[in-house]
């Protein structure tokens, strides 16, 4: 049963920094491509960085030369490190994964805070 659980997340101040981990089950290897969106209160989902097997990365205007997208194939994680953190980034970031001939799994969402 695949599994997607989010951590790091939390408030901070802007300009600062937070590191999402995105810890999947069984494998990440199981799945084309992962990725972060986001859902700001009042606001449509959507994508923030995604990232392929073949480490193909793709980042929203928004948040380009801030936040770099990642994976650890040996941990099983997909990373999200963003930087220079703006207020207008707060909302829940969730985790997506998708694989060929299937729906997308998604993690519970994680919430991120930044205060001006």
């Known amino acids: 049963q695949v599994q997607l659980v989010e951590s790091g997340g939390g408030l901070v101040q802007a300009g600062g920094s937070l590191r999402l981990s995105c810890a999947a089950s069984?494998?990440?290897?199981?799945?084309?491509?992962m990725g972060w969106h986001r859902q700001a209160p009042g606001e449509q989902r959507e994508l923030v960085a995604s990232i392929t097997t073949s480490g193909r990365t793709i980042y929203s205007d928004s948040v380009k030369g801030r936040f770099t997208i990642s994976r650890d194939n040996t941990k099983n994680t997909v990373y999200l490190q963003m930087n220079s953190l703006k207020p207008e980034d707060t909302g829940v970031y969730y985790c997506?994964?998708?694989?060929?001939?299937?729906?997308?799994?998604w993690g519970k969402g994680i919430l991120v805070t930044v205060s001006s």
């Open positions: 997506k994964c998708e694989r060929n001939f299937d729906i997308p799994f």
């Open positions: 069984p494998s990440i290897n199981i799945f084309n491509a």
